[in-house]
């Protein structure tokens, strides 16, 4: 290019007809020269089609810088098929990076104890009963605090609120529960023994959310968190020299029949809280049906 | 647009709304009342964010009551809490670009220009994609504002939307407000009366959970009239006296014989209303 930019380069670059290279370098020459911006001006404010096709233009342009930046994990879920936007509505859920960080520490501290403490019967049991916690508090964490203002504005977005409370629940179970059934195959456990966290997490993680429907979601997870500790604390002790599907046995939740109550209490308290559900649009009160 | 009746709402024992009952009309409509009045009580029922204990809430033609009632609310609804909570790890675009897909904008491309418009009407374009956490609180509050806009809601609920705002911006606020207000239906709180003589073709006033006035912003200033007095000695029969820049005291209450009355303001008819000094005659 040399002094000004060609006319007919300049009509074209209005029109968007020009190559990338070729475009870019008359916008390098625009920004430089008065003149050449003043042709331009003057080209697309009479010509209501050139104006047209350069705002289009730019706006094109101003989409592709804005286009907002994204995490790995949020690409990799965009990849799986995942709606863009609810990858961002989940990525958004409050506290979800600490619920996560809160999981992946402890599940793994309680791993690294089975796997530090020889013959590892105490760590088992400690793990057994460690890992049904995990998931509970990461599910009140993502929720956030009942009455807290953070949330009133997505209160009142026609969003609908147990939608969003169901996939930032789900978050917390797909990002905790693989993590714990992938540790718990290295536990000295035959078969479905080794799982038997699973339903009293489930359960724990219903049980929070329904609870959550009438108290505060951070009081509803610490008051049944401590019920299970308690009951494990009461029942459960050191095996001995004992086989530990023998100790297992001593605590209700462990034995099939108690599975079998945790599973029937899970359906419970989801049907509790899809009945409920409006308690979640607002924080205390529910509107009157 | 906006229709509450017998509206009540408490917390424990305290009652922040006793029985409130108010028609709101298109415009702008500003809502005064002293702190604990019970005005962001009122604001966060009819932003649908909290459910009165008993009464009647329509807005927009809606009941308020049932779930697809609030849901029509909602989609024509701009809503600004008094403390609105941020993720500080957010950008000012990504926090507002989060709000516009609970607001059901799911095209990106429709999303990005609309965020993009919003932030651009509080000045912030040229920080949109700073981190919240970097923010001051008046900037913040900016951005809180900048998602109400989205989607050219037709109802505006704004709690103190001009709290943190420097004068420029501030008139740029009104302006935008103003300019949209037209066939919208708009109700903000505020402690300044300033904004209420700026900006508003209404003005309701609460004290202790009750109504004390609605009516025209020249009406409330009308209940000053004559009650307003300059005098070179502080008068110690006047309700409420200060010193003004010229070193002269300004007077509201019962004037005494010979006193010279000087034009009401807005802010003198607040005064005397919330003192007790008058009453509305058009309220019951």
Known sequence: ?289 | MIELSEVRKAFRSTVALDGVGVDIGSGVTGLLGPNGAGKTTLLRIVATALAPDTGRVRILGRDAATRSGRLEIRRRLGYLPQDPGFYLGFTAYDFVDYVAILKEITDPITRRREVRRVLDAVGLSDRMHHRLGTFSGGLRRRVALAQTLLGDPHLLVLDEPTVGLDPALRLRFRETLSGIAVEHVVLISTQLTEDVTALCTAVIVIDRGQLLFTGKPDELTALADDRAWQDDTRHAGAFLSWRTGDGRYRHIGDPPPGARTVPATLEDGYLLLVGGRVQNPAQP
């Open chain 1, 1 to 289: 290019m040399t002094w000004h930019a060609d006319p007919k380069d300049l009509l074209s670059y209005i029109a968007g007809r020009l190559t990338q290279v070729h475009a870019s370098s008359v916008e390098a020459h625009l920004l430089r020269c008065g003149e050449c911006r003043d042709v331009l001006a003057a080209r697309t404010h009479e010509d209501p089609d050139a104006l047209f096709a350069h705002q289009t233009n730019r706006q094109r342009l101003l989409d592709i810088i804005d286009e907002p930046r994204t995490s790995w994990l949020e690409r990799l879920f965009v990849r799986a098929g995942v709606p863009r936007d609810v990858v961002q509505v989940v990525a958004a859920a409050p506290a979800l990076r600490h619920a996560w960080w809160l999981a992946g520490t402890a599940l793994l501290g309680a791993a690294a104890l089975a796997a530090a403490i020889e013959p590892g019967s105490v760590a088992t049991l400690i793990f057994l009963v460690a890992a049904p916690v995990v998931p509970p508090l990461g599910v009140a964490m993502a929720y956030g605090w009942r009455g807290e203002p953070a949330d009133e504005i997505t209160v009142v977005a026609p969003y609908p609120s147990l939608r969003l409370v169901i996939l930032r629940t789900t978050v917390v179970l797909t990002s905790t529960l693989p993590v714990a059934a992938t540790l718990s195959i290295a536990l000295p456990l035959h078969g479905a023994t080794a799982l038997l966290w699973l339903l009293p997490a489930l359960a724990l993680c219903a049980l929070t959310l329904a609870l959550s429907t009438v108290v505060d979601p951070i009081w509803a997870t610490t008051a049944l968190v401590a019920v299970w500790l308690a009951g494990a604390g009461m029942k459960l002790r050191p095996p001995h020299g004992l086989p530990l599907e023998h100790v297992l046995r001593e605590f209700v939740a462990f034995r099939p029949a108690g599975q079998a109550v945790l599973g029937g209490l899970t359906l419970l308290a989801l049907v509790a809280v899809a009945m409920r559900r409006s308690s979640f649009e607002t924080w205390g009160k529910p509107w009157a049906p």
